[in-house]
């Protein structure tokens, strides 16, 4: 059964930080493109950052270019966001996904395979 589990979501101060993880098990992704998606109450889910199946191709949202990073571990099955400079409005629900696919797509329907997503909030 595959699985994808992220972990690393809580409560940030205003301009601080926070790295969240997503591990996946059942099976491997690491030639596959993988992405991260938010949802904030009362607000559609949104795409936020994603990375292609080559590993080294990367796409953000306008929103989160220059502050989020995403980055991918094959050898740990895992991938990455790194979040700087958060602001109130990162303040969601954050869902690691992956396709069955190389190439990454920006709209979640397109995506195979969801995590259980973990909380962000981003306090003043």
């Known amino acids: 059964q595959v699985q994808l589990v992220e972990t690393g979501g809580g409560l940030v101060q205003a301009g601080g930080s926070l790295r969240l993880s997503c591990a996946a098990s059942?099976?491997?992704?690491?030639?596959?493109?993988k992405g991260w998606f938010r949802q904030a109450p009362g607000k559609e889910r949104e795409f936020v950052a994603a990375i292609a199946g080559d590993g080294q191709n990367t796409y953000s949202a306008d929103s989160v270019k220059g502050r989020f990073t995403i980055s991918t571990d094959n050898a740990k099955n895992t991938m990455y966001l790194q979040m700087n400079s958060l602001q109130l409005e990162d303040t969601a629900v954050y869902y690691c996904?992956?396709?069955?696919?190389?190439?990454?797509?920006?709209?979640?329907?397109?995506?195979?395979?969801w995590g259980q997503g973990t909380q962000v909030t981003v306090f003043s």
């Open positions: 996904a992956a396709r069955s696919f190389v190439n990454v797509k920006t709209e979640s329907r397109n995506y195979d395979y």
């Open positions: 059942g099976r491997t992704f690491g030639g596959n493109a």
